[in-house]
């Protein structure tokens, strides 16, 4: 009995002390697709034999979204604050989850600005979240484990009453690193992507989704970063994968990287009802 008053007494207290530490911070709402965690999460440990399965950014999700069902196909697709280590993540879910009927080709289909990302302002709600650190701590690298620990009390996204809301600390942003073009934590995962469907014998692609002809410049310079001597290991998935970018004008977007809806094509990749 005494125990159990201690353990309650001590839960109380982090309690409160967590609600003082969050009201001292901001907490604020995330306004967006919180269904899409479940959604993936779920799709990526079913058990389904496909010929495709396409994991990616929301410009990916924007072209195939998880939240819809295929006969030929299944989709992954999600977000850019996942992390290249989140795609990891869900690609090897599905594979430990159909040992016996591995897909026929893995298609990672993002934006040329995905490369970049290093783990942004949305990961305390979109990686930490969706992927606890318990269960997913081996797969991390040792660079993804200090991004994570970088992002200011990321320990509160698995108390109860914060991990199953919307809300996060405002503050909660991983520590700013030097802009580039290719992150650490995108160019280890892409090596890991690549290895992991090597030794299951599937084909991997790497595909650019639509991008804005005005961004030429800097698609250019991520192109180049993709080719450099420092990213050895992903030259074979780059140049094919510099090949697929297909500029669109400007106005057809209605922000950086996302296609206005109704130009979104019914069938980018030609790959339905094959």
Not at 186 to 210: F, H, V, W
Request: hydrophobic share 35%; charged share 20%.
């Amino acid at each position: 009995m005494k125990r159990f008053v201690g353990i309650l007494s001590i839960y109380i207290i982090a309690s409160i002390l967590v609600s003082e530490l969050l009201t001292y911070t901001n907490v604020s709402r995330v306004i967006g697709h919180e269904f899409r965690a479940a959604e993936k999460l779920s799709k990526s440990k079913s058990k389904k034999k496909v010929k495709k399965l396409i994991i990616g950014d929301s410009t990916g999700y924007a072209l195939y979204p998880c939240t819809r069902s295929y006969d030929s196909i299944v989709s992954l697709a999600c977000g850019t604050s996942i992390s290249m280590g989140g795609h990891y993540f869900l690609l090897k879910n599905y594979l430990d989850s159909n040992p016996d009927n591995p897909p026929e080709e893995v298609v990672l289909l993002l934006t040329p600005m995905s490369f970049s990302n290093d783990l942004d302002k949305y990961a305390y709600q979109y990686f930490l979240k969706p992927f606890p650190i318990w269960e997913y701590k081996p797969l991390y690298t040792d660079h993804l484990y200090q991004r994570v620990k970088s992002i200011p009390y990321y320990w509160t996204a698995y108390l109860p009453f914060i991990h199953s809301s919307g809300y996060t600390p405002e503050k909660s942003v991983p520590k700013k690193e030097p802009e580039v073009y290719l992150s650490r934590t995108c160019y280890e995962y892409l090596l890991q992507i690549d290895s992991i469907t090597k030794a299951n014998g599937i084909p991997l692609r790497m595909i650019s989704s639509p991008v804005r002809d005005d961004y030429m410049q800097r698609v250019e310079n991520i192109s180049k970063a993709l080719c450099e001597e420092s990213s050895v290991g992903i030259s074979h998935l780059a140049g094919p994968y510099i090949e697929t970018i297909n500029y669109y004008p400007a106005n057809l977007f209605h922000d950086e990287v996302h296609l206005e809806r109704s130009y979104v094509p019914a069938d980018y990749l030609g790959i339905l009802g094959r």
